[in-house]
């Protein structure tokens, strides 16, 4: 009997331990990764995460490595292409093994980056030549740099917009919907494709805020109010895909849709208008030529709103690359940053928005130039707030749940008012305002 | 009975062994510490994995539900029992146990059925290892797999529909489509599953009966039902006592098929999955721990009650 107690206790002992051991991922706290002076003589083997594991797959990052080495021939660049990269990347996070470079995951905290990363330089001093640089800058210095701008909108096939006789953008959700309805009527597309199922796509919902109230501060006014009040620019988003559901202008059968065969549904003139951003663009037009049709049919619209008439998009960043504050290779990992963000063609290879403040904006926005859409960035100096009350209220305003219960909503398949469900949200939010003290 | 009895005998045969000195009547000192170490180094093994693998996150687990942890963050708070508090105060967090009904009416069915296939099958049937394949196949399927292979299976114009417009019935029905017709097609997917794992404890309890009392009760004229009724179901009722408990406690559990098919959209949320939105969505890891917590002392508690009314007889058929 005393033996077992013993063994017992002993067991219990180890995994108490083994409990108080969390991902206390050392105390190295604020340290820099300089750029390098002589390109020659920087070296060692540096590893890159990834969640792009199809340009990783087909071999065109490697290319990017090659390329890289003709100007740091020392350097050797290996990649980790992960699925599922943010679930995986944020456990690996808790250990000093994440890699020399990789994408900040959106899960860690804005003031936890200078635990994780090491600082790229002032804010100052990168914003003259970066964009975006204020997502990733904590108390002056700036820890990631993005590898392109993504704008919000509506990836649509020209050619069904066009049969259904609507040929200038919507100026008004109203107008939206009209439009919508004329494709319902007089094409045999589907006109607006949810991507219920797949779920991230509901989601992208969220960055209508901003353009339509054209605003720079809209990210901090989500933490200093309801953002569901009549009017506010959540509401009219959230409040604009309720109609279009209910109205039955959405595919038949929401829970079962799938997002891969969905792109070759709207390159056909299957499907009209999917909500998504300037980085969707480029499948859709892949699966264009896959599909055998015209990949110049798809084109890309601003959400319906205007501004003293005129359109407004938000730019915004995609994921940050970020050196690991363990990294041994920090100025190795410092060049290939520097290197992918100014010399690489990834950002042209992918119709992309360039991070670089001088650059052009890609072919495929020509069409905004032409209509003058107006491009805002959205100041996020709150964005770590906005998501501490997003976590704090579980609304989950980057989840796509509340969206999906909007649309159960919509179809009729939950019972419940649209208003009162939105007003519900907006009870939550400014509860955990509150609590939170903003 | 004989079996043990040579057991023990074997193992009483060293220490019967004549004494070889007069002074030393017990084993050298080596072989005593041997015999004593020997079933630990066998256990070694086996331990190291269930205490690194299982007892420790599970010790884990528990710290964490006493603190903020979000999962990721070098800093964590304890808190106390905060995490329980809220909790047990949240009662929109208890709500998702509605669904575990449709997978707990489920169970029923499927038990039923894998005990109707179980006795049809322990007969001589024609075919019989053939059926008893195509029973227990689905169980070895990944959980994963079954989900999207029955995406397809319920989608719009998908397999249920095409196999039905064969037999004439058009439906245009969204089989995932409300609360009700989602989960009563998720619970269907979750018999077709696991039938065949109650159907193999089933039939393996079922064939452990001896075969003459199947033949006296057929001399006195019993017929297959009276056999079941008053043989097989009194004879398996350890088992069935067991698949029940594993039915409740897996109903309230449910996590694979819904969260792949769904992932919990449409009313068919179940605990785990909201357990799982906790942690990884909302990076409410403590939050999320405790709820695990109380999902675990739930599951003890259903079983102690089910073992309260249901005392686990012994079987005595003879």
């Known amino acids: 009997m005393n033996h077992r107690r013993s063994l017992i206790g002993t067991l219990l002992a180890a995994a108490l331990m083994a409990a108080g051991c969390t991902g206390s991922g050392g105390t190295s706290k604020g340290a820099d990764a300089k750029a390098p002076d002589d390109p020659s003589k920087v070296s060692g083997t540096i590893k890159v995460l990834t969640h792009r594991t199809d340009i990783v797959q087909d071999g065109t990052m490697q290319k990017y490595a090659d390329e890289f080495n003709k100007t740091y021939p020392k350097v050797k660049v290996e990649f980790e292409a992960i699925t599922g990269y943010e679930a995986e990347v944020k456990i690996r996070m808790n250990t000093e093994n994440y890699g020399d470079v990789l994408m900040i995951p959106a899960v860690i905290k804005k003031n936890d980056y200078p635990k994780f990363f090491a600082s790229l330089g002032t804010e100052a001093e990168r914003r003259e030549k970066y964009r975006f640089t204020d997502y990733t800058a904590v108390d002056g210095k700036v820890y990631g740099q993005t590898t392109n701008g993504v704008m919000p909108g509506f990836v649509y096939n020209k050619k069904v917009w066009r049969e259904a006789g609507v040929t200038d953008w919507p100026t008004t959700p109203a107008e939206f919907l009209t439009a919508l309805k004329a494709i319902k009527s007089r094409t045999d597309a589907v006109p607006y494709y949810t991507n219920f199922k797949d779920m991230w796509p509901l989601t992208s919902w969220t960055s209508v805020n901003g353009s339509v109230h054209c605003d720079t501060r809209a990210t901090t006014r989500l933490t200093e109010g309801d953002p569901w009040a009549e009017g506010a620019d959540l509401r009219v988003g959230d409040r604009l895909l309720y109609d279009i559901v209910n109205q039955g202008l959405a595919e038949k059968d929401p829970t079962t849709t799938n997002w891969e065969a969905s792109k070759p549904r709207l390159a056909k003139g299957e499907i009209g208008t999917m909500w998504l951003g300037t980085w969707a663009i480029i499948q859709f037009r892949q699966a264009a030529e896959k599909a055998g049709s015209d990949p110049d049919d798809i084109g890309f619209m601003p959400f319906p709103t205007q501004v003293d008439g005129e359109f407004c998009a938000t730019a915004a960043p995609d994921y ?19 290197w992918f963000t100014e010399k690489s063609t990834y950002v042209a290879d992918n119709l992309a928005m360039s991070p670089l403040r001088d650059a052009p904006l ?74 939170l003290g903003s | 009975m004989t079996h043990t009895t040579r057991t023990e005998k074997a193992a009483r045969s060293p220490a019967a062994a004549p004494p070889q000195d007069a002074g030393t009547s017990r084993p050298p000192r080596k072989v005593r510490v041997w015999r004593r170490v020997t079933p630990w180094l066998f256990l070694a093994a086996p331990l190291a994995l269930l205490v690194t693998f299982t007892y420790a996150p599970v010790a884990n687990m528990v710290a964490y539900s006493f603190t903020d942890w979000d999962g990721v963050s070098p800093e964590l708070h304890y808190t106390g029992v905060e995490n329980y508090v809220d909790i047990f105060t949240r009662a929109e967090l208890f709500q998702v146990f509605l669904v575990s009904g449709y997978y707990l009416a489920a169970s029923v069915v499927q038990i039923g059925l894998a005990l109707y296939f179980a006795t049809i099958l322990s007969f001589n049937v024609r075919f019989r290892n053939f059926f008893k394949g ?3 196949f689905p169980y070895l399927i990944n959980g994963v797999a079954i989900g999207f292979v029955f995406l397809y299976f319920f989608q719009d114009g998908g397999t249920l529909d095409s196999l039905l417009s064969l037999f004439g019935h058009d439906s245009d029905r969204a089989w995932l489509g409300t609360s009700t017709s989602a989960n009563v097609s998720l619970a269907g997917v979750s018999v077709w599953r696991y039938m065949g794992l109650n159907f193999v404890l089933f039939l393996g309890a079922i064939q452990s009966i001896p075969g003459e009392l199947y033949e006296a009760a057929e001399l006195d004229g019993a017929n297959r039902w009276q056999q079941f009724r008053y043989i097989i179901a009194p004879g398996i009722r350890p088992v069935i006592g067991l698949t029940v408990i594993l039915s409740i406690s897996g109903s309230l559990a449910v996590f694979e098929i819904p969260y ?14 909201q357990t799982v939105k906790l942690a990884f969505q909302f990076n409410k890891t403590g939050l999320a721990s405790a709820a695990a917590v109380v999902l675990l002392l739930i599951i003890l508690a259903v079983t102690w009650v089910q073992r309260r009314l249901v005392p686990d007889d012994k079987v005595d058929l003879v």
């Open chain 2, 134 to 136: 195509v029973l227990f």
């Open chain 1, 362 to 435: 890609p072919d495929v926005l020509k069409a905004y130039e032409d209509a003058g859409v107006k491009l805002i960035e959205v100041d996020d100096s709150e964005g770590a707030l906005v998501k501490e009350i997003d976590n704090a209220s579980e609304v989950g305003i980057y989840a796509p749940d509340y969206r999906q219960d909007l649309v159960d909503l919509a179809r009729g398949a939950k019972d419940g008012d649209v208003d009162d469900f939105l007003s519900g949200l907006g009870r939550r939010w400014t509860e955990a305002e509150e609590a």
């Open chain 2, 260 to 273: 792949i098919m769904t992932g919990g959209a449409t009313g068919t949320e179940t605990f785990v999955i």
């Open chain 1, 320 to 338: 940050n690359q970020a050196v690991n504050v363990h990294s041994p290779h920090k100025e190795a990992a410092r060049a290939w940053i520097d």
